[in-house]
């Protein structure tokens, strides 16, 4: 069964907010191993598990027609609401039954999303709707993040790893996934020929408004707020305040860069 933990209008709202893009190294990334797999032109790029659009938009400046799916109706009226290409379509349903003919996908992506999905039915539907000579790139970002700022970025590591301590609990069992590194991911992809990246390296440009807003669209910290709303709101007030204090600066739109590791799954059928 695959988890849902991305429903609610609320959290829908918050992730589309402070989720960002796929960074420039993992586009060159996948768009290096495509161009080398030769699948441009594609005619149909699908982005499955796409919540708020965010590598969805990045995939349509490059493809001429892209359909996002997701089974959360918030997510994906999210990702209708936002600004993008109008070679960019969505739809709601589940990872495991996408509405595609056998043989109809160019290039099928997902991005720090196939952990939630049931792999080996992912797999076999990724296997009935790409094309033989089509691609299937998979990616999530680790959880192993830093921060830069002047000369305290190892103290604003720190902070932002505290606040990750307490949420630790509250992680689905799925999050395992993303800790090995998607090694289970990239067994499960039923083609021979295929490989994983676990070294892609981005510098996201944020704020200490937009650090803190993305630990509050993190699944473990929604369980949190259902279970300790003044917990959850306490940990958000203590890390910003500490952030600042640590920066010497008043204002949280403050941009500080956030280092993110990129795993990334690809495969040719």
Request: proline fraction near 5%.
């Amino acid at each position: 069964m695959a988890a849902q933990m991305f429903e609610g209008r609320g959290h829908a709202a918050v992730y589309q907010k402070y989720r960002f893009a796929p960074g420039k190294e993992l586009q060159q990334t996948i768009l290096a191993y495509l161009q080398e797999k030769r699948v441009d032109p594609a005619e149909l790029v699908v982005d499955v598990g796409c919540g708020s659009g965010q590598g969805t938009r990045f995939l349509a400046e490059h493809f001429k027609k892209v359909v996002g799916t997701d089974i959360s109706e918030a997510q994906i009226q999210e990702a209708r609401d936002a600004p993008s290409l109008p070679s960019v379509s969505y739809l709601v349903c589940p990872a495991e039954e996408l509405p595609f003919e056998d043989a109809s996908v160019d290039i099928l992506t997902s991005f720090t999303a196939a952990h939630w999905f049931d792999i080996d039915k992912f797999m076999r539907e990724a296997n009935r709707v790409v094309k033989p000579g089509g691609c299937v790139v998979i990616s999530t970002y680790t959880m192993d993040m830093s921060l830069r700022y002047g000369n305290c970025s190892e103290k604003l590591t720190k902070i932002f790893r505290e606040a990750w301590d307490p949420l630790l609990k509250y992680s689905h069992n799925r999050v395992k996934h993303v800790l090995e590194d998607y090694k289970e991911i990239f067994e499960a992809l039923p083609f021979p020929d295929k490989k994983r990246i676990t070294d892609i390296f981005d510098k996201i440009p944020m704020t200490v408004a937009g650090v803190v807003g993305y630990l509050e669209s993190v699944s473990p910290y929604q369980v949190l707020m259902k279970n300790d709303p003044e917990a959850a709101k306490s940990l958000l007030q203590d890390t910003e305040k500490r952030m600042l204090e640590t920066m010497g600066v008043s204002s949280r739109e403050t941009p500080v860069e956030f280092w993110v590791r990129h795993v990334c799954v690809m495969g040719c059928k």
